[in-house]
C-alpha cells in the first residue's frame, strides 16, 4: 500500500485550506441539504458537517495505519507531527483559519498523533516482553 506513509488527513486540511482561501463567500454553516429523518425532524447538514466527517473517518484510516510496524510507519507518524505544527501555526497565525471548524479539525490531527505514538508505545512493550520470554527459554 503506498499511503502508509502519506498522512491522510492532509486531504481535509488542504479541502479547508481550498474553500477558505479560493472561495471566501462559502461560509462554514451554510445548508447543503436537509434530510427528513423518522422522528420528523429535519436534519441540515453543513459544510462543516461534512468536512469533520470526513475528517473522522480518515483519523479511523490513520489509527488503523498506525499498527503497523516498521520505518514507513515512523515516517508516517512523522509527517503526521508535522501537519499538526502546520496546522497549529496556520490556526495562530492566519485570519481566514481562526475558526471552530479548522480548529476542531487541529484536534482530529493531534488526536492522530497522539493515538500513532500510543500504538506504537503500546506494540513496542508487547515485542519487549515477548523477546524476554524467548530468551529465558
Given at each position: ?31 447543503v441539504t436537509s434530510i427528513h429523518l423518522m422522528s420528523g425532524q429535519d436534519w441540515t447538514v ?89 530468551s529465558v527459554a
Amino acid at each position: 500500500m503506498y499511503l502508509i506513509g502519506f498522512p491522510l488527513l492532509v486531504v481535509p486540511f488542504a479541502i479547508y485550506n481550498m474553500i477558505a482561501f479560493l472561495t471566501p463567500g462559502i461560509g462554514w454553516t451554510d445548508k447543503v441539504t436537509s434530510i427528513h429523518l423518522m422522528s420528523g425532524q429535519d436534519w441540515t447538514v453543513t459544510t462543516e458537517d461534512i468536512l469533520l466527517a470526513v475528517a473522522i473517518l480518515l483519523l479511523t484510516l490513520e489509527i488503523l495505519k498506525a499498527t503497523r510496524m516498521g520505518s514507513r510507519a515512523i515516517v508516517d507518524h512523522v509527517l503526521s507531527m508535522l501537519l499538526f505544527i502546520a496546522m497549529l501555526v496556520e490556526f495562530l497565525l492566519v485570519a481566514a483559519a481562526g475558526t471552530s471548524t479548522f480548529f476542531l479539525l487541529m484536534i482530529i490531527s493531534l488526536v492522530d498523533v497522539m493515538a500513532g505514538f500510543i500504538v506504537t508505545i503500546r506494540t513496542a512493550q508487547r515485542d519487549l516482553q515477548i523477546e524476554r520470554v524467548d530468551s529465558v527459554a
